[in-house]
């Protein structure tokens, strides 16, 4: 695969000799220089060309400024393969998670069940354990959002794009990423103009999608910015025995920005969110229970298999989420050199109610008190001293230092497959499996603090106007710790009475451990530009990801730091006056001592046991392949659109014990194939009415979502596709249409699992129906 890629950057350089010289017309037509004043006999040669050059303005596509290497860059100079989404394709999609750029991003994916996290190439550690850090930073206006259960953004408003970047990424970005980033940047106060955005949205199911956007300015050096959100949607199944939907969600949020320019060199952001999300999103049975709770659920209604998504739990199981904090970025000029100071407080909470019984407490109970309280709060600061572009040398350094804590409760008390209630008497005993022997604490309490403290740069030399090489490294100090200890909680204010508890587990033998390491990262990235159109470029770079500490089944289990190199080698490029944009990429990927997350059993009482998400280290792992993306806009109201993702994501080395060899498996969530297309048409009509229709499909090929590739978690390969059409009158300032999404009602599971006696059960996302609705948008 190495051979290959140095192959794949040569045929860059080669594939198309011919066309790459002649393309002559560099600039778009906006940037082209306005000749000299013609003579008099030639004004008419003099206004057709006029004419032509304004053709082919309205005929090219727009250029796409991206920030990978902390400046803003045209996306076509950048040596990094990066998916660029902007807020109208994500308005268009109809989509309001942040989650749900894996339908818009063929090579990103996102694992709700192992603590959530998202995979870049099928790359991603997923896993509840709290020192574990992402392997996919999400990055949201320059602050890192690294909260654990957290996936960095509640609700989608204002957002100007969002901006993922493939592999190692840690060299320039605060926190280390060994597979990707995902930066997202929303909306910047303007000043002198008065601005204001409504929209709102209904549909089947009762999903609304209301928004609003305000930029009011403050005198002429200020102005705020301020906007807010509520989003919900009926849930996808039915607990038949509370008689409410399982699966529904409700979002709400708002944020604010304050923008001072205090001299023409100095400017400061200060700025602030909230978010709060609610769900019903349960696991519900696929198969595999006894035939005692087969035949309770089927009496009820409720019929297990893989399209399944009603449950008669009598304890309605709910998630809720907060994320909030405030930043302030100070931006001055010192000289040429631009100085970026950001600093960030954030705090999250996360509640998780998921009883797992799947039947009504008389027939059979497992853990039907089933409930974790997660709080968390970070403290970050990050520096950037930048040079100007366009010297033979640029360059950029920077610091960054980042502490992020969380404390955990979690109590997990049940009968183990045994009923709650026998002629309406309670248990008097509950095993808990939240305990550890000989303490009399009924549940868990962990606590974590990482540490992360760096220094990063690079240098970047413009030898010539075909050849540059930009260089970049990054010194890391890491300190993770986390310990575990057991309170009370009042268990008659939970359960109704005063039950005795039985632990499963026994008392871990180091209660507390700590973690830390020293890492250097580096990048190296030469670039041929045959053209400014045309540019090939080869990125060789190394990753790291600290190490930490787990507790499974209170069993204390350290585990190692890991590492990845990455190779790299692409073209981007521009053709027919900037109408056609294609560019490709192949690349491997190879990680040592990946963080790696399996299922492994625990006591669970009864003689029974649990599988429960534990975390090591797999001594080898590849991720190879190739991406490509394409542009087209052949006629000034029409622009075709599209991607594509190949990736073999493997394990090399993973022998989890005498029993789980995983080598040559797949990841967990790593489709082979993936890929998107979309068409977008927008018509005058007349001078004061338009006309829009946007088209977008998804495919996302088969997965597992446990590790090994065990049959009971396959997700077949499915494609989605959304349709929205409307009119623009009023000038244009209204916005009235209709929108399909997942037009085909393709069904869909977003992930399996297998829970001791409570047999096999799954997810089900919303998005795994068709909704129709209108919307309506207003802009001033």
């Known amino acids: 695969?190495?051979?290959?890629?140095?192959?794949?950057?040569?045929?860059?350089?080669?594939?198309?000799?011919?066309?790459?010289?002649?393309?002559?017309?560099?600039?778009?037509?906006?940037?082209?220089?306005?000749?000299?004043?013609?003579?008099k006999a030639s004004a008419?040669?003099?206004?057709?060309?006029?004419?032509?050059?304004?053709?082919?303005?309205?005929?090219?596509?727009?250029?796409?400024?991206?920030?990978?290497?902390?400046?803003?860059?045209?996306?076509?100079?950048?040596?990094?393969?990066?998916?660029?989404?902007?807020?109208?394709?994500?308005?268009?999609?109809?989509?309001?998670?942040?989650?749900?750029?894996?339908?818009?991003?063929?090579?990103?994916?996102?694992?709700?069940?192992?603590g959530a996290a998202f995979q870049i190439r099928g790359v991603g550690s997923e896993s509840f354990d709290f020192s574990n850090a992402k392997s996919v930073s999400v990055v949201v206006d320059d602050v890192v959002m690294d909260a654990q259960r957290a996936n960095g953004m509640i609700g989608m408003v204002d957002i100007n794009n969002v901006d993922i970047m493939m592999g190692p990424q840690g060299t320039l970005f605060g926190m280390n990423s060994t597979s990707g980033v995902i930066a997202v940047t929303t909306g910047k106060p303007v000043l002198n103009k008065f601005t204001a955005r409504t929209s709102a949205s209904y549909g089947e199911h009762n999903?609304?999608?209301?928004?609003?956007?305000?930029?009011?300015?403050?005198?002429?050096?200020?102005?705020?910015?301020?906007?807010?959100?509520?989003?919900?949607?009926?849930?996808?199944?039915?607990?038949?025995?509370?008689?409410?939907?399982?699966?529904?969600?409700?979002?709400?949020?708002?944020?604010?920005?304050?923008?001072?320019?205090?001299?023409?060199?100095?400017?400061?952001?200060?700025?602030?969110?909230?978010?709060?999300?609610?769900?019903?999103?349960?696991?519900?049975?696929?198969?595999?229970q006894s035939a005692a709770v087969t035949s309770a659920l089927n009496s009820l209604g409720v019929y297990p298999n893989s399209k399944n998504a009603d449950t008669a739990d009598p304890i309605y199981g709910n998630i809720v989420s907060e994320e909030y904090g405030a930043a302030l970025k100070i931006h001055t000029k010192i000289g040429e050199n631009d100085l970026n100071f950001i600093s960030a407080w954030r705090q999250s909470l996360y509640n998780n109610n998921?009883?797992?019984?799947?039947?009504?407490?008389?027939?059979?109970?497992?853990?039907?008190?089933?409930?974790?309280?997660?709080?968390?709060?970070?403290?970050?600061?990050e520096i950037r001293f930048s040079s100007p572009k366009g010297h033979f040398l640029e360059w950029l350094a920077g610091g960054f230092f980042n502490r992020l804590d969380a404390r955990q409760t979690q109590y997990q008390w049940g009968t183990a497959g045994a009923p709650l209630y026998v002629d309406g008497v309670p248990a008097a005993n509950l095993y808990n499996n939240s305990g550890a022997v000989g303490y009399s604490g009924n549940t868990s309490l962990f606590q974590s603090r990482n540490e992360s403290l760096a220094a990063f740069g690079q240098l970047k030399f413009n030898i010539s106007r075909h050849f540059d090489i930009a260089i970049s490294g990054r010194y890391t100090h890491d300190k993770n710790s986390q310990g575990l200890s057991f309170i009370n909680t009042d268990a008659q204010a939970?359960?109704?009475?005063?039950?005795?508890?039985?632990?499963?587990?026994?008392?871990?033998?180091?209660?507390?451990?700590?973690?830390?390491?020293?890492?250097?990262?580096?990048?190296?990235?030469?670039?041929?530009?045959?053209?400014?159109?045309?540019?090939?470029?080869?990125?060789?770079?190394?990753?790291?990801?600290?190490?930490?500490?787990?507790?499974?089944?209170?069993?204390?289990?350290?585990?190692?730091?890991?590492t990845v190199k990455s190779y790299e080698a692409g073209m981007k490029s521009e053709w027919m006056h900037h109408r056609l944009r294609l560019n490709v990429d192949a690349f491997r990927e190879d990680f040592t001592d990946f963080q790696a997350t399996v299922l492994t059993p625990v006591p669970a009482g009864n003689g029974t046991t649990i599988l429960t998400s534990?975390?090591?280290?797999?001594?080898?792992?590849?991720?190879?392949?190739?991406?490509?993306?394409?542009?087209?806009?052949?006629?000034?109201?029409?622009?075709?659109?599209?991607?594509?993702?190949?990736?073999?994501?493997?394990?090399?080395?993973?022998?989890?014990?005498?029993?789980?060899?995983?080598?040559?498996?797949?990841?967990?969530?790593?489709?082979?194939?993936?890929?998107?297309?979309?068409?977008?048409?927008?018509?005058?009509?007349?001078?004061?009415?338009?006309?829009?229709?946007?088209?977008?499909?998804?495919?996302?090929?088969?997965?597992?979502?446990?590790?090994?590739?065990?049959?009971?978690?396959?997700?077949?390969?499915?494609?989605?596709?959304?349709?929205?059409v409307s009119l623009l009158p009023?000038?244009?300032?209204?916005?009235?249409?209709?929108?399909?999404?997942?037009?085909?009602?393709?069904?869909?599971?977003?992930?399996?699992?297998?829970y001791g006696t409570a047999g096999y059960l799954h997810y089900t996302s919303p998005d795994a129906r068709r909704t129709i609705g209108g919307f309506i948008n207003f802009s001033y």
Not at 58 to 77: D, F, G, K, M
Request: glycine share 8%; charged share 15%.
């Open 1 to 39: 695969m190495k051979k290959t890629l140095f192959r794949f950057a040569l045929c860059c350089g080669i594939a198309f000799p011919c066309e790459v010289w002649a393309e002559t017309d560099t600039a778009t037509p906006a940037e082209q220089k306005p000749r000299q004043a013609p003579h």
């Open 44 to 114: 008419p040669r003099a206004a057709k060309a006029t004419k032509k050059t304004r053709d082919r303005a309205n005929s090219a596509l727009e250029s796409v400024v991206v920030t990978a290497q902390r400046r803003a860059e045209n996306n076509q100079t950048v040596p990094i393969s990066i998916q660029h989404i902007d807020g109208k394709t994500l308005a268009n999609a109809g989509y309001t998670a942040l989650t749900d750029l894996q339908y818009l991003a063929p090579g990103v994916q996102y694992d709700p069940t192992q």
């Open 207 to 288: 999903e609304r999608i209301l928004n609003a956007t305000v930029n009011i300015p403050v005198g002429s050096k200020a102005a705020f910015r301020i906007s807010g959100f509520d989003n919900a949607q009926d849930g996808f199944g039915r607990n038949v025995v509370l008689n409410k939907l399982v699966g529904s969600t409700n979002e709400y949020g708002g944020r604010g920005k304050f923008y001072v320019q205090a001299t023409d060199n100095l400017d400061i952001t200060l700025q602030g969110d909230y978010a709060h999300h609610w769900d019903s999103s349960v696991r519900t049975p696929v198969g595999g």
């Open 354 to 381: 998921t009883p797992v019984d799947l039947v009504p407490l008389d027939v059979s109970a497992y853990y039907p008190y089933n409930f974790g309280h997660l709080t968390t709060q970070k403290f970050s600061d």
């Open 494 to 562: 939970v359960t109704g009475y005063n039950p005795t508890f039985t632990p499963t587990h026994n008392a871990p033998v180091y209660p507390w451990g700590q973690m830390t390491g020293q890492n250097f990262s580096g990048r190296i990235s030469p670039e041929y530009h045959f053209n400014p159109n045309v540019m090939a470029y080869f990125t060789f770079s190394t990753g790291y990801k600290p190490a930490g500490i787990a507790f499974v089944g209170n069993n204390y289990d350290p585990y190692h730091k890991e």
């Open 614 to 724: 534990a975390i090591g280290n797999a001594g080898g792992l590849v991720s190879q392949g190739f991406e490509g993306n394409v542009a087209y806009k052949p006629i000034p109201d029409l622009t075709l659109s599209g991607s594509v993702s190949f990736t073999d994501a493997h394990f090399t080395d993973y022998v989890a014990s005498t029993k789980a060899n995983y080598t040559n498996t797949r990841l967990t969530n790593a489709p082979v194939w993936s890929a998107n297309a979309f068409i977008d048409y927008q018509h005058d009509l007349t001078p004061h009415l338009g006309v829009q229709a946007h088209l977008d499909y998804a495919y996302r090929g088969t997965t597992w979502t446990v590790t090994g590739q065990p049959d009971y978690s396959k997700v077949p390969a499915y494609s989605l596709v959304n349709l929205r």
């Open 730 to 754: 009023l000038n244009k300032r209204l916005q009235v249409g209709l929108y399909v999404r997942n037009m085909f009602n393709q069904y869909f599971s977003t992930g399996y699992q297998l």
